[in-house]
């Protein structure tokens, strides 16, 4: 049965103690860091359990277990506790006689805590008693130990989601068979799934991937795990919003304290505004600000891949210039504004009739050329 406090995992090893060994009292106290106070965990009295309560070990039959430089540290007192301990003043309500405690120890062997019984008549000292006591005490210490590493590994764990929740990226952590470990509020946020949606779960499970998207991820995840490298990749990732972004994907290895890698993380860097400005910015470099069409460097790229394209292919291509008649009093009687707006008017008539593999483009004022592509024959041109 569960015990008021939550620290002990049952109360039926005191329960033990206290009706194998026939004494009033039987509970376990956990120490402090300094050895100077216990806190009881459990403690049961005539057989029904007691409010736990904390005191201080100075004067008391247990501070000597603390103190004991033997490797299983023991107190027994057959008889006349209350003569031997004249200040514990709950021994001395209770007119304790006898006493028994032994010390348990964590992983590293430091003392924690300790299990005792008291009673209110001498008590006996046989090996019967020594054995029985001492495998329920063991059981105890063991009991204390596990729920202490339960408990650190509840706070490690704790500390490390808050610490996952506040950074700015998707965060993620699988085992080696891609079984999500951990992922992070923003990783929720992105992706429109709840933490117990995805635990325990693959990529595939979660997501619907396609299959070359899945072959790509499984790929990386096991280019990570077999040389314990990070990698980088850029993708585009689908959001619970419904929109597109830019990501650059870093998976990286995780690993145990012995280095031995043990899974595998992953985070999503958002890169779409950095994209979009390189994509303006190469859209600027190539492209006429007045009329959208290419520029004249755009143009020459454009004539090169044509050219070579041609040879390739055996297909033909034609080159156009031509600009306008009477532009120039066009602007002096009616100004650069509309100029400008015929300029961009003629811009898109060519567009218009030519194909969608042609390129037109302003090579300045009003000079235009066209790039002609993949013609059979001199009279396409026209």
Partial sequence: SECGNGHMGSDQCPLVLALGLDCKIAAVGEANADKTQVRLLVILKDGELVEPYTYDLAGTPCEGIYTSTDTQPHAHHFENLCDLFPDDIALIDLGAEGYRAEAFQDADGNRIGHVFVIDDKPMDDTLDDMAFFRLISQ???????RWQADAAQKEERHLLQTVVDNLPVPVSLCDTDGNYLLINRLFEDWYGKLNEQVIGRTAD??????????????????QVLRTGETINREEMKSLADGSQRYVIVTKFPVRDSSGKITGFGSTSTDITERKRAEEDIHRMAMSDPLTGLANRNSFVRHLEEAVSMAKRTGKSIALMMLDLDKFKPVNDTFGHLVGDALLKDVSEKMKAVCRETDIVARLGGDEFAIILTTLDKPDDIG
């Fill in 139 to 145: 059981r105890v210490g063991s009991e204390i130990n």
């Fill in 205 to 222: 499970q979660v997501f619907n991937i396609s299959a070359d998207a899945l072959q790509a991820r499984l790929t990386a995840e096991a």
